[in-house]
């Protein structure tokens, strides 16, 4: 039998300083994500220097929470991801809830933000909101990565199901490349 084919969509997330400050609410959230069946596609741990951030952000410019969104996001280390999953982007929007902390305590208390979300600038994740959102943040992050060759040479893998997750590189990895990638 033929298994019907579902298109993966990647998106990028980043999980932020705060979560990053705490490794058990870091860990519960790469578990989630595992969980909801998302393939973690690439990952870098980093810093964000606040020019960086700055340009990250620069749709919210002039908005009166910019400046504190910039210290908060170059305060400490952050991960980038780059998941896919089918409607990976509106589903990682899904889980992690409204940004909003401060009502979604309330409102979606089960989400991720719901959950971990200190106040609304320390939101525990970003996601991308669009297709087009998506494709610049990854290149934002991601530039060495191209969606197309990925789709042309692992995506196979990823689709077949035939890839490990490995957590030191929190990636998961080809079935025959793992040997490679870790060497
Ligand atoms: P999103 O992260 O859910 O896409 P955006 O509106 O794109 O939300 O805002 C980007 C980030 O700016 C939010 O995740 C949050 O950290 C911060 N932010 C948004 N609105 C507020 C606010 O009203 N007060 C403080 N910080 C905010
Ligand atoms: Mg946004």
């Not at 040479?153 to 490995?166: H, L």
Request: proline share 5%.
């Amino acid at each position: 039998m033929m298994r019907a084919l579902r298109k993966l969509e990647l998106t990028l997330a980043i999980l932020k300083p705060d979560v990053v400050a705490h490794p058990n609410i870091l860990k519960e959230i790469r578990s989630i994500i595992l969980q909801q069946e998302f393939f973690f596609v690439r990952s870098k741990k980093l810093i964000l220097s606040p020019t960086r951030a700055n340009e990250f952000y620069k749709e919210h410019e002039g908005k009166f929470f910019l400046n504190r969104l910039v210290s908060f996001m170059s305060s400490g280390p952050i991960w980038t991801h780059i998941l896919a999953r089918e409607n990976a982007i509106p589903e990682w929007r899904r889980i992690m809830g409204p940004t909003k902390v401060l009502k979604t305590i309330h409102e979606a208390p089960e989400t991720i933000r719901g959950r971990f979300g200190l106040t609304d600038t320390r939101n525990c994740t970003h996601g991308s909101d669009s297709p087009e959102t998506a494709a610049r943040e990854i290149n934002f992050f991601f530039p060495e990565f191209s969606t197309d060759r990925w789709h042309d040479t692992e995506g196979a893998y990823f689709y077949n199901g035939q890839v490990a997750f490995n957590e030191d590189l929190c990636q998961h990895v080809p079935l025959q490349h793992v040997s490679d990638s870790i060497s």
